[in-house]
T-cell receptor
Framework: ETGVTQSPTHLIKTRGQQVTLRCSSQ?????VSWYQQALGQGPQFIFQ???????GRGNFPPRFSGLQFPNYSSELNVNALELDDSALYLC????????????FGPGTRLTVL | AQSVTQPDIHITVSEGASLELRCNYS??????LFWYVQSPGQGLQLLLK??????LVQGIKGFEAEFKRSQSSFNLRKPSVHWSDAAEYFC???????????????FGKGTHLIIQP
């Protein structure tokens, strides 16, 4: 059974640029959630995707957007990068519905200069 | 909206000693509570979870947690820590899906556990 994988591992961008982060779900999982973890903080929920549609969103601006593909993999896109976007971005996959365990990937470390 | 408070930013424990990490939550209904562990360079690993039933929950790696509704607490415990337990520990709550869809997990800021030899 393959776990959740994310790419790239690390990324450096400059302010104003755009970035795409990728996530492959654990086998059999149809739901993907994305979290942002700033240094020294707990993860914060960005959004969740189910059946290729956004299924819930946290308190993040529209420049944070996502996609989910028919194979349940997912992308997180961030436009107009700001310095405060520097963080560890975590992807989690699960079965749909409440009370299903979310399995986390190792994360992508984004640095914005 | 729900919230989670982990009052201790850092905790230092001697190897072999007992451990208790504190977690307080704020949530209107019955919460779905979790403890996760994060080692450097790793993602989050679920230690245990609670929704209903027995208020003392057993997890992996010898951890347990007790849900106390009257105190809005879900403290994590381990009778004897090992050097490999050094990591960041996060308490989290998940709310039941509202009409607007998932709200995701709400995490505390974490407790950094240091193990002294």
């Amino acid at each position: 059974e393959t776990g959740v994988t994310q790419s790239p591992t690390h990324l450096i961008k400059t302010r104003g640029q755009q970035v795409t982060l990728r996530c492959s779900s654990q086998s059999g999982h149809n739901t993907v959630s994305w979290y942002q973890q700033a240094l020294g903080q707990g993860p914060q929920f960005i959004f969740q995707y189910y059946r290729e549609e956004e299924n819930g969103r946290g308190n993040f601006p529209p420049r944070f957007s996502g996609l989910q593909f028919p194979n349940y993999s997912s992308e997180l896109n961030v436009n107009a990068l700001e310095l405060d976007d520097s963080a560890l971005y975590l992807c989690a996959s699960s079965l749909s519905g409440w009370m299903n365990e979310q399995f986390f990937g190792p994360g992508t470390r984004l640095t914005v200069l | 909206a729900q919230s989670v408070t982990q009052p201790d930013i850092h905790i230092t424990v001697s190897e072999g000693a007992s451990l208790e990490l504190r977690c307080n939550y704020s949530y209107g209904a019955t919460p779905y509570l979790f403890w996760y562990v994060q080692s450097p360079g790793q993602g989050l690993q679920l230690l245990l979870k609670y929704f209903s039933g027995d208020t003392l929950v057993q997890g992996i790696k010898g951890f347990e947690a007790e849900f106390k509704r009257s105190q809005s607490s879900f403290n994590l415990r381990k009778p004897s820590v090992h050097w490999s337990d050094a990591a960041e520990y996060f308490c989290a709550v998940e709310s039941m899906y509202s009409g607007g869809g998932a709200d995701g997990l709400t995490f505390g800021k974490g407790t950094h556990l240091i193990i002294q030899p």
